[in-house]
């Protein structure tokens, strides 16, 4: 069993940064990739960014140039750098781990972007 608990998340003007952060626990385990999700109100879950467990990095076109994921192997912990938000960023952000069988999220957490 793994848990996954987010942080960061918050009410922030455009043009703003924000970073959110996500750290895994639980039994042993090793972690591949991880990556962040989005929902906004009615719309589907979309993949933002991945994360390889060597650190290649893959990310949405709505937000190349402006997001940047990292993370730490040793702290099984995956972040996300959000700069220059727009209002169009604004939904709850959830990171996932697969980890086979299962497949892990984080509880979410919300990102409103002003305008």
């Known amino acids: 069993q793994v848990q996954l608990v987010e942080s960061g998340g918050g009410l922030v003007q455009a043009g703003g940064s924000l970073r959110l952060s996500c750290a895994a626990s639980?039994?042993?385990?090793?972690?591949?990739?991880m990556g962040w999700y989005r929902q906004a109100p009615g719309k589907q879950r979309e993949l933002v960014a991945g994360?390889?467990?060597?650190?290649?990095?893959n990310y949405a076109d709505s937000v190349k140039g402006r997001f940047i994921i990292s993370r730490d192997n040793a702290k099984k912990t995956v972040w996300l750098l959000m700069n220059s938000l727009k209002p169009e960023d604004t939904a709850v952000y959830y990171c996932?781990?697969?980890?086979?069988?299962?497949?892990?999220w984080g509880q979410g957490t919300q990102v409103t972007v002003s305008s």
């Open positions: 639980g039994s042993s385990f090793s972690i591949g990739a």
């Open positions: 996932n781990v697969p980890l086979y069988p299962n497949n892990y």
């Open positions: 994360i390889t467990s060597l650190g290649y990095t």
